[in-house]
């Protein structure tokens, strides 16, 4: 299935998100509903909070009295985090619950307000963030909650603010214009990213562009690949090395729009074993077919790698597994590293790319037309690296 976290600041209109994706077949995983279920009258939870705060913190119904624990724990950094460690895993185990019910082939929308604040994003396929002017917002909650401007401020300083949202951000939602203008931007999302999305996780198809063009620089391309390496590392341990490689990683020049990313393996038995399938699993699908990279100098033997690709239809990745010390593992870090810090280079490497372009814009001729400048470069990366103590 596919698991896509959505979230936004409080007054966005995420609910109104959350709504359309329900209409158009997404099976909804409401945190805030599951918040308040889990700390229902009678519940464990309920119990382990009166014993915390006391039952100042319930209502004369029995019922816990929010506002009275809002007030506790608010300012209180201490108090908070207690609550959060009795809340937090009830509302994680009920949300596993709820997925692993879902049919094979489901989008799962994990609507989770704190999504940003409590580091989840990598647990996703996807993070679709709700945005929309602190003006309107507070507007929307003085009209929908009834809530004065002072109450509304607070609760908008109490979140992560629009820059922190937008760099989890996959997909970001403008929520300034009319409902119909939303609802026009989540059908267009749903139709060509959300479905092939799903398909392609379920069925291990990596999404390859087969025409080379070269996009501008992008400053975005680090962030973009911030979050595909956290997604990476979610699935196969937090202590792997991932690095951002290739064209994308060198700030300034210009690229196919594809993030590289090299892997670090122990040893190829490893990349064949179950990395490849929890790879898979987080939407990094195997390529079929042998793969390697060409050696520096040419004429000694092939070096061998692992690729996969993504399974996002609107977000094309390369990930390389090579093992940790080869050669092609430490030719990947060295060029890039050189390209960084030579400019002539990085100049000379743009100019050779455009032509190569013009000349041969298939992907698999315009790799290998690019061999012999790299046979050169190589050799001036090996120099600069003798000079400067380089080490991956």
């Known amino acids: 299935m596919l698991k896509v976290g959505l979230t936004g600041g409080i007054g966005s209109g995420k609910s109104a998100v959350a709504n359309r994706l329900t209409a158009l077949g997404a099976v909804l995983i409401d945190s805030d509903r599951i918040a308040r279920e889990v700390v229902a009258p009678g519940s464990e939870g309920q119990a382990e909070i009166v014993a915390a705060f006391s039952d100042r913190v319930l209502d004369a119904q029995g019922a816990l009295d929010r506002a009275a624990l809002g007030a506790l724990v608010f300012n209180d950094e201490a108090a908070r985090r207690r609550l959060e460690a009795i809340t937090h895993p009830r509302v994680r185990a009920r949300a596993a619950e709820l997925a692993a019910a879902a049919p094979p082939d489901a989008v799962v929308v994990n609507d989770v307000p704190l999504l940003v604040e409590v580091g989840l994003a990598p647990t996703y396929h996807l993070v679709v963030v709700v945005q929309t002017a602190v003006a309107?917002?507070?507007?929307?909650?003085?009209?929908?909650?009834?809530?004065?401007r002072a109450e509304a401020e607070r609760r908008i300083a109490a979140q992560a603010d629009d820059a922190r949202r937008q760099a989890a951000a996959d997909v970001l939602l403008t929520n300034d214009g009319t409902l119909d203008e939303l609802h026009a931007a989540v059908d267009a999302l749903w139709r060509d990213r959300l479905l092939p999305y799903e398909r392609n996780v379920r069925e291990r198809h990596a999404v390859r562009p087969e025409r080379v063009v070269l996009t501008e620089p992008d400053p975005t391309w680090p962030q973009q690949y911030?979050?595909?390496a956290a997604r990476i590392r979610h699935a196969v341990g937090a202590d792997v090395r991932v690095d951002h490689i290739g064209s994308t990683a060198v700030p300034g020049l210009a690229a196919k729009d594809v993030i590289d990313i090299q892997l670090t393996v122990s040893s190829l038995a490893e990349a064949d074993g179950p990395l490849a399938e929890r790879l898979a699993d987080a939407g990094f699908p195997r390529l079929p077919g042998d793969w390697w990279d060409n050696p520096r100098p040419a004429g000694s033997t092939r070096w061998e790698k692992r690729l996969h690709g993504s399974a996002d239809p609107a977000r094309p990745v390369h990930l390389h597994l090579r093992v940790a010390g080869s050669p092609g593992w430490r030719y990947a870090l060295l060029m890039r590293d050189h390209l960084r810090a030579d400019p002539a280079q990085r100049s000379a490497y743009l100019q050779v790319k455009?032509?190569?372009?013009?000349a041969a814009p298939d992907s698999a001729s315009y790799g290998t037309l690019k061999d012999p400048w790299f046979d050169e470069e190589h050799l001036r990366a090996e120099e600069w690296a003798a000079q400067t103590g380089w080490r991956p």
């Open 136 to 148: 309107t917002r507070l507007a929307r909650l003085a009209r929908d909650r009834g809530m004065d």
């Open 226 to 228: 911030a979050r595909l």
């Open 354 to 358: 455009r032509e190569l372009v013009a």
